[in-house]
Structures are given as structure tokens and as C-alpha cells.
């Protein structure tokens, strides 16, 4: 081993150790971007590195920086570009993006070694490969579908095809006997293609199924999945630092999953095999149509809370498609001048990815003292003058209180226990958890229907005249 | 391809030890950094890239070569467009000016 | 003594790796369990007794069977006592008949 | 490489994960036995995997046999036989026998390869070597120093030699003047011998002047300190189980020194080497015995607790020296049982090792939620009838809220905010950082004289009548 491989090693434990630090400073807000730097730091080094001291770059230098440049540029845009509500969407076609990498590399490693191989290939080569080749390809397609059903372009409905398990079943014994054969008995190229085109097409069958308000489960899920095979390659390549990189991922990933499963009460298993978020939803929503709504105006509700002690705001992911924290933070603001004590009251799912109402009060520069968790407010809201419900309705809901309903058991937020309850929505639009909502009949509730913008700004103005 | 037992068994050991290390960096993480966390970590499998650069260095032929152009393109975005979309979101948690320095 | 530069690096990996894993998993202990867990990890680095097994399995001459039987038995007092002594602290620990299950 | 050695590689694999869980379940108090079981467990398998595969030990295992009896016996009924106050000496010197097991390893590796090896030996190898040897042995004799500061058979006042500074630098030198020599030059097994010699002084040389107090983060740090002898020990060896079982020590052993000395509010290096817990101990104490002090009886003392409505104990050093744990519980199903709300502030470092009292208590069968940490308790001094201060005196000193004292700084329990406050002592002695203790002579304070446990039981004879 000559000087310069040793220093390959040094370089990969450096770049290793900024993506743990990394990682660990991700999960503390004071060092967060911190660690987001540091991690790219140490990416460019490993990359820089790689480029120039590779043997054989000095001809293919080209497919690099060609590569690296439309990457870049796209990578670079789209990141800038996207809109808040619109990041989760960005983070899967991220995600799909490495996925297909791995696999793409998965399928080159293969192809460079099937070459050159007399018979058998050694076994955990192979297996690694396979395991690239199949979990990459699931990550890219199933990015993709999460990425079409977050942006509205897939049915957001659980989509199942004719026959679907039989189909799934089919598709996995598929992939289990072209493996087996690769690694027992034949290397061969084209099925080797077959195989990961049964993986392309098992992402997107796998994922069709499963509800768009459980996608950032999924998204991070896939994200795990990546990491493992950026691990796998890492296994074949004898490359300590996709190694070490992937199998962080892997596993973080993983924890991320589960925890947030766990903040929405459900198991793993339920969010990927039990659609829901699903048809029940239309048939409800027609029958809280019948209901009577007790209707109020944004002027009577700016009284209420401009002479009220405590208001506790509850924002959902209405609050977010009307982009409408702008406005809330000066409603907040106004009030606080008058005297009155406000909250947020955020639930660990509300919204459509985790912290995603975090992420936009605090571009409304909301002060992160005021953003209560769950836990932390839920015995408040006894003493609360109103509960402000933001475009929330899932998180809302009384009903997962009780046996029978599709969300039961999840913790909620116990707005019905305020004085006053205020719902800002569109209409009688159910949640996406598709059922009804029996807070919104309750007779300390009041409606303001429309827009949560425009109607956040009308008690902006009222609470000023108050 | 010569991974000794040796070089297997090594990568095994690491394969564990980093296993048990993002388990353990991760668990400890609050709600409102979920998003950020995953974003984060998405762009630290863009490492890919680095394996992709590899297939370019020794790829022959057009078919290795198109796969080597589209792996690099493909691990350039996971970790260009992942860092980026990072840092953007954890700008917004920044605090304003007048804040006091020690809350939360 | 063939110790390749591989296998030096693999180490220097596997080190690094294990002392993130070490500081991860105790910076979140309880005041009250810093006392065993000081006891655990003494009887832990007792593992040294297999270095003292080697050693005796290559044992010859009357020095190095004299340092062999020493390293064995240092080694194997750090082991027995460390754990059976942390066992002992913890004993205390268990709550009595009586107790809730769920408190603390 | 053989299926054996494959074999063994999976078997430390194994090893080191039972030894990673159990440092993980022993940092919580539910899952603490079984994670120690667990690393027995894993233990047991390596040592067992290593005795019955390595080649060599046909001939020599009556050594392993012979050395593993005696060390069982002895290590065995030390941990049986000895009394819970006793447990700090209990590690510090198991810990000195692992350090010492890692020396001899790291002499009987020199020996061997200095004798085969032509000229001078790989670098890492050699330096490891040097490392493992070094702080083994200071491990080992720094044990041995902290055993006997412990169990009073050294005294436990700070010792400096006689031109201590100048005795430290010129070992420090010499150690690596010689290793230098040894990696650089010459391969010499004399030289590596006095190498060994200077490092068991040193390791004298440096806790001499450490006051017994500050013991326990000694041994904490010792511990660390084997851990990475053992992991050098590894490398050397090319022994996996080794090298990931010390590193882990080495690491978690250095935290927990951290923790332990921030919870007394001072630095590593001061505890290394401004040896506080000294001197001026007897200066104060005879400035102390000046002042009157207010005595009380057990019958006014149990009387005050009984119609009391919340009682504070307070538990220190005093109470683990007289074993008083066991009447402290009583009194505390008595008070209870009046309808008096006690709990136990637990200082971080009352005793003379962290947990001391839980351990204690929790022997004695007092639940948990009982006990409280000082920053969770420390505002409810305020109402509370009777702070009960049993042998504690360094935890409750209010000059450590004063600028200029030895112990400035240090969080304290705030005692003298409750209305009465009894304090249980022999007599006039200070505590272990020998000052006086100005609660003593607050106009709130009555002492109540005599050791802890017969006192005690006045106090339960006491109530029982009250
Ligand atoms: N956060 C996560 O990580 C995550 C992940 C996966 C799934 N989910 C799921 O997503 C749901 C989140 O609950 P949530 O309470 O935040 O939201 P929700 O239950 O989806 O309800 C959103 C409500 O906002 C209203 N709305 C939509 N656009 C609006 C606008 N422009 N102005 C005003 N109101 C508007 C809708 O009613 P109208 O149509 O009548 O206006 C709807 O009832 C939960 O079911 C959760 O399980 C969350
Ligand atoms: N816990 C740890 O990890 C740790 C580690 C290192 C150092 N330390 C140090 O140890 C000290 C601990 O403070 P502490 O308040 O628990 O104890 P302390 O300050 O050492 O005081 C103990 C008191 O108990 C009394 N006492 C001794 N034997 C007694 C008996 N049989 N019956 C009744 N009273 C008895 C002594 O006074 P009389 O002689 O008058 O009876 C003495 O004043 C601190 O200075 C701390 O920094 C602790």
C-alpha cells in the first residue's frame, strides 16, 4: 500500500467523522447548520480528492466535470427554488436521485466485474451488488411516486392495481430466484438488467398503495433504504467512506422512520400495507356536510381574542398552503402588545412533514419560545380564553379518542378543552385523513370560513381597532 | 475484485460500529428538526457521487461511460440540491435580531 | 508481526468508530447510575484477560509463563470482580414488592 | 484466512455488541442488571472462544487454568465480601489489576518480538507497545495509591514530595527520552524494563498529591485510562475484541470523569493537581469549634417532623459511614404514614462516589420517586417544616455561594431556605474539603449530636411516640 492509498484512508476517516458530527449537530437547533456546513466540508474534500488522485481520471476527467456541472445546476436550482410547502416533495427527488445513483453504480460494478470474472463471482461481492442494484432502484421509482403524490401529479389516493398482492408476491419471488441464480449458479448480464428492472417497477408498485398524507414517512423510509445501498456499494468498492456515509444513513434513517410512525401512532407496517388517508374519505366528508356549523366573523373573533388572557394558535397544514405565517406572526404580535398571553400548540404531525410548522413560523421569525410541543401544552388549553385552529383538522380530532375511528388512539391536541374555539378553513373539507370531524359541531365552536390568509388578515386588521 | 476474508471482516466490524453510531447520534433528536434531520442525512448518502466518479475513472465504451455521466449527475444533485435545501430550511430557524440570545 | 498497512487503517477506523460509540452512549446516563456504569466499564476492559491468554498460549520460558500467569490472574480478578461487583451495586437498585412498575 | 479464524473474527464482533449494549442498558435504571449480565454474557463466550481455539494453548493451559482460578476466587469474594462504603477501594482496585494485566501483556509482547525481530520493529506496533505498557502501569500503581487513600490506609491528605514539580518533569522526560530511543533507535529490553519501572512511580508520583476526596474522579479517570491500554493492547495484538472493548472504556471512561468532576463544579485539572480537601481543614475546623452552636433533642426533633407537613432528608458521607440507611427508611414509613410528604434531596456528589446515596437508599428499599436531584428539589426548601441534614456537610456549605472559598462555586443544596433545619452529626468535624460550614451557626439550625444511626433511631423512637 503506497503513501497515497494511506492518505485515501485518512481522508475517507475525516470525511467519515464531519458526517457524524454532522449528523449530531442536526439534532440540536443551536448547532444544526453548523453541522449541515461541516457535512458538505467534509463532501468536498472526499470528492476533490477522489477526482484528483484517482488512477485513470487524468483520461476520463470530462464525464466528471460534465456530470458534476449539470448536477450542480440542477441540484443547486431546484434546492433555491422550491417553495416551503414544497420541500418535502424536493427532499424525495433528492433522495431519488442517489438512490439511482446506486443503482447505476451497482449496475456499472457488475457489469466492469462480469467481464472480467472466469465463473462465480465471490459471494459477498455479489450479494452486496444485487443488494445495490435492488434497493437503489427501489429508492429511485418510489422517490419518484412519493415526489408525484406530495406535488399532486399521482393520485394522493391509495392507488392499488387489479391483483395487487398477487402482483407484489409475484415481482419479490422474481427478484428472490434471478438473485439466487446470479449468486449460485450463472453470471449473466442481461438478467442481471431484468433484475433491476423488476426492482424499477416494484418501487413504484410498492408505493402506489400508500396514502400522500403518509408520504414523508415514506420519503424518509427511501432515505434510509439510499443509505444502505450507498452501504452495499461502499462493501463492494472497499470504500471506507460510502461505507461508513450509507450505513449512518441507513440507520438514522431508520430511527427518523420509526419516530415519526410513532409520533402519528402508528405502526410501520400499517402506514405501508393499510392505506389510509383513503376512500372513507369522501363518504365522510359528505356526511359532515349534513351538520349545521355555528358561522362567526372575523371582527366578533378579533374582540375575543384582543380582550381574552391566553390565546393558544393551532396551525395545520391549511396554515401552510395559504401560506398565511406572514400574517399570523403579526396577529401574533398585535396581541401580545395588547397584553394577551399566545401559544402555538404544535403537534408532532401537523402539517405534512415533521416540523414543517417549526420550519414556517420560524420564517415568520416567530419566536421559538412560543412554539409549545404536544406534550407540553395540551393541559393549557383548560384555561385558554380561545384555541385559534389554523387549517388543522386531523390533529384536532376528537374522534381518534374513541374506538373505531381510522385515526384512534393517535394523541391529539386538546383544543375542545378552551373556553372558545375558533376554526379557520376553506369549507367543508375534510382532513387528510379523509373522516369527519365532530369538534367542528361542538357547540363551543365557531367557523370562519375561507382562506386562511385573507381571513388571518381580517383579524389582523379587526384586532387592531379593538 | 480481491476482498480478502480479511477486508470483509473489517467492513463488517465498520459496517456495525457506524450502524450503532447513527442509531445513537439520531435518537436523541427534537420533533421540529425531524425534516431538517432527514434532509440532512439525504444529502449524506450523496456520497454515491464518490463511487460514481470511480465507475468514470475506469469506464470504457459508451455503455459505461452514459452509466458513469448519469451516476455522476444523479449523486451530484443528492448532494449539491441536498445541503442546499438544508440550509434553507435551518436558515429559517435562525433567530431574529432582537431576540435574546439564551431562549430555547 | 505482519501488521499491514490495511490492517492498521482498518484499526484506526474501528477506534475511531468505537470511541463515538463509547462517548455516545454514556453522555445521557443519570447521575445516580454513574457509579455502576464506572463499575461496568471496569469489568468490560477485563477483556485483557484474552490478551493474557495469548500470551500463555505462546508461552516459553520460565519469564514468560511467570508474566503469563500473572496477566491471567490480574485479568481474570478485573473481570469476575468487575461484574460481580456491579451486580451487587445494582441489586440495590430493584425495587422492592410493593412498588408500581412504572415509577421512575 | 481459515474458517477458525473467520470464526473468531464473528465471535468479537458478538462480543463487542454485548459489550456496547450493556454500557447502553447500564445507563438506564431498568435495563441496568440485565446490561451487565449481558456483558458477562459476552465475556464469557470470548473467553471461552480464545481458550478452546487458539493454537498453543494444548500445551499451556494449565496456566490459563491455574491464573483463572486464582483470579476468580480472589476477584470473587473481594466483590462478595466487601461493604457497600467500601465499593470506590472495591474498583479502584479491580481496575489497577485490569491496568496491570496490561502492562504484563505489553512487556510479555515486547519480549517476544524484541527477541525476533532483526533490528527495529514496525512503528505502530512498537508504539502502541510503549503506550499500552505506559499507562498500564500508571493505571496499575494510581490504583493502588487510590485503594489506599480510600480505605485510610494512605493518608488521605494531599502528599507532595519534596521538589514534587521537578520529581514529575524529570520522569515525563525520562519516559520519553526512552521511548524515543526504544522506537527510533535501538530495540532494548533493559531500557524497556526501567521504561516500565519509571511509569509504576509515576503513577504513585501523581495521585499522592490528589486529596481523598477527590478519589472517586481518579479512579473514573484510571478507568479510561486501562480502557485505552487494553485498546493498545488490541491494535497490537490485531485482537478486534480487544481494541473496540478498551476503546469504548477508554472513551466512556473519560466522560463520565467529566460529568463527575462538572457536578463538583470544578476542572480535571484542578482535581489533578491543585489537591483541594486539605490543610486548611484543620485550621477551619479549630476556628469552627469556637462558635456556639444550638443543640436539640431527638424528641423535638421527631415532634417538629411529625405535625410537619414536608420533610426534607438530606443525606451525606455521614450517614453511608454509619449505615444509618436502613432507620432512615423506617422514619420515613412512619412520617408517611402521618400523612407527612418526605423526600430525599440527593446532592450529585454527596458521598464519596456519585450514586452513593441512591445506592444506599435504594439498599434500604426507599422507592425512586423519592429521591429527587438537587436542581429538581432545590426550589421547595422554600416550604418546606424540617430540612433534615444527615452527616452531610460539603453539599450544604453556603460559602460556596461566596467569592474566596475552596469550594466557591459549587452547586449546593439550599438547605437554609427551609423553616427548620436539623442537622445530624458526631461532632465539630468539617467534611471532606475540610472548611468550616457557616449553616451550622444559622439562628434556624439545632444540631443534633451523636452518630447518624442511633440518632436515627431516637428520631423512630421518637415519632413512633409522637
Ligand atoms: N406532519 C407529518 O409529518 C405528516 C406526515 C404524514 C402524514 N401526516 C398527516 O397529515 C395530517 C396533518 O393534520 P393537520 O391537522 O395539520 O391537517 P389536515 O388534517 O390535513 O387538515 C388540513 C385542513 O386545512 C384546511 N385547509 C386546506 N387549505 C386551506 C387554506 N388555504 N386555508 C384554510 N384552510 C385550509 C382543509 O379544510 P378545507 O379544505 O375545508 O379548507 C383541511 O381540513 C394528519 O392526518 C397527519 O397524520 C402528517
Ligand atoms: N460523591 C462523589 O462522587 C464525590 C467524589 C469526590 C469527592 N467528593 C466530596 O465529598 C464531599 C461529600 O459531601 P457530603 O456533604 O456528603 O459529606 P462531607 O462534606 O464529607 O461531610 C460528612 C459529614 O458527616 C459527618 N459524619 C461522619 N461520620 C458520621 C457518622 N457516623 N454519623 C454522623 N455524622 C457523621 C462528618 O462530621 P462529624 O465528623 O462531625 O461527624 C462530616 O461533617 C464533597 O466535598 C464532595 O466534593 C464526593
Known amino acids: ?153 399521482v393520485t394522493s389516493r391509495p392507488y392499488m392495481l387489479p391483483g395487487q398482492q398477487m402482483i407484489t408476491g409475484a415481482m419479490f419471488l422474481a427478484l428472490f430466484v434471478i438473485g439466487v441464480y446470479i449468486v449460485g449458479f450463472e453470471n449473466s448480464i442481461p438478467l442481471f438488467l431484468v433484475f433491476c428492472v423488476i426492482a424499477l417497477a416494484a418501487g413504484v408498485v410498492l408505493t402506489m398503495p400508500i396514502g400522500g398524507a403518509d408520504m414523508p414517512v415514506v420519503v424518509s423510509l427511501l432515505n434510509s433504504y439510499t443509505g444502505i445501498a450507498v452501504a452495499a456499494s461502499g462493501f463492494v468498492l472497499g470504500n471506507y467512506a460510502l461505507l461508513i456515509a450509507g450505513t449512518l444513513v441507513g440507520a438514522s434513517g431508520a430511527i427518523l422512520t420509526q419516530l415519526m410512525t410513532k409520533a402519528m401512532n402508528r405502526s410501520l407496517f400499517n402506514v405501508l400495507f393499510a392505506g389510509f388517508g383513503t376512500g372513507g374519505g369522501a363518504v365522510a366528508a359528505g356526511a359532515e356536510g349534513e351538520e349545521q356549523l355555528r358561522e362567526i366573523n372575523a371582527e366578533d373573533v378579533a374582540v375575543l381574542m384582543a380582550y381574552g388572557k391566553r390565546v393558544i394558535i393551532v396551525p395545520g397544514y391549511g396554515m401552510a398552503v395559504a401560506q398565511a405565517q406572514g400574517p399570523v406572526r403579526e396577529l ?66 376528537p374522534s381518534a379518542r374513541e374506538e373505531g375511528s381510522p385515526i384512534s388512539g393517535m394523541p391529539i391536541l386538546n383544543v375542545d378543552a378552551a373556553q372558545n374555539i375558533v376554526v379557520l378553513k376553506r369549507g367543508r373539507g375534510t382532513g387528510f385523513a379523509g373522516i369527519p370531524n365532530p369538534l367542528f359541531s361542538n357547540e363551543k365552536t365557531a367557523m370562519l370560513f375561507g382562506d386562511a390568509k385573507p381571513s388571518i388578515e381580517a383579524l389582523v386588521a379587526g384586532v387592531k381597532q379593538a | 475484485m480481491e476482498l480478502s476474508a480479511f477486508e470483509l471482516l473489517s467492513a463488517l466490524f465498520i459496517l456495525v460500529l457506524a450502524a450503532v453510531v447513527g442509531y445513537e447520534v439520531v435518537s436523541k433528536v427534537p420533533t421540529m428538526l425531524h425534516t431538517p434531520l432527514m434532509s440532512g442525512a439525504n444529502a449524506v448518502h450523496g456520497v454515491i457521487v464518490v463511487g460514481a466518479m470511480l465507475v468514470a475513472a475506469s469506464a470504457e465504451g459508451p455503455v459505461r461511460i452514459v452509466l458513469a455521466l448519469l451516476g455522476v449527475i444523479l449523486g451530484t444533485i443528492n448532494v449539491v440540491g441536498g445541503f442546499v435545501v438544508t440550509d434553507r430550511m435551518l436558515e429559517m430557524f435562525k433567530r431574529r435580531p432582537g431576540d435574546q440570545p439564551g431562549e430555547r
Open chain 1, 1 to 153: 500500500m503506497d503513501t497515497l492509498q494511506v492518505l485515501t484512508y485518512l481522508v475517507w476517516l475525516v470525511a467519515s467523522v464531519t458526517f457524524i458530527i454532522a449528523l449530531k449537530f442536526l439534532a440540536s437547533p443551536k448547532t444544526a447548520r453548523t453541522g449541515n456546513l461541516l457535512g458538505a466540508a467534509g463532501m468536498a474534500l472526499v470528492v476533490a480528492w477522489t477526482f484528483f488522485t484517482s488512477p485513470g481520471m487524468l483520461e476520463n476527467w470530462w464525464i466528471v466535470i460534465v456530470g458534476g456541472a449539470v448536477g450542480s445546476v440542477a441540484g443547486f436550482l431546484g434546492a433555491k427554488r422550491v417553495a416551503m410547502t414544497a420541500m418535502p416533495q424536493m427532499v424525495a427527488i433528492f433522495n431519488g436521485a442517489g438512490g439511482g445513483a446506486a443503482a447505476v453504480v451497482a449496475i456499472a460494478e457488475y457489469l466492469e466485474f462480469a467481464d472480467h470474472g472466469d465463473g462465480l463471482l465471490p459471494l459477498p461481492f455479489v450479494i452486496a451488488t444485487l443488494l445495490g442494484a435492488v434497493i437503489g432502484s427501489v429508492a429511485l421509482t418510489g422517490s419518484v411516486v412519493a415526489f408525484g403524490k406530495l406535488q399532486g401529479i
Open chain 1, 332 to 397: 401574533m404580535d398585535l396581541l401580545i402588545a395588547k397584553g394577551v398571553d399566545v401559544q402555538f400548540a404544535i403537534h408532532p404531525v401537523a402539517g405534512r412533514m415533521p416540523g414543517h410548522m417549526n420550519v414556517l413560523l420560524a420564517e415568520a421569525n416567530v419566536p421559538y419560545d412560543r412554539l409549545k410541543e404536544m406534550d407540553e401544552i395540551n393541559d393549557d388549553f383548560a384555561d385558554t380564553d380561545v384555541a385559534l385552529v389554523i387549517g388543522a383538522n386531523d390533529v384536532v380530532n
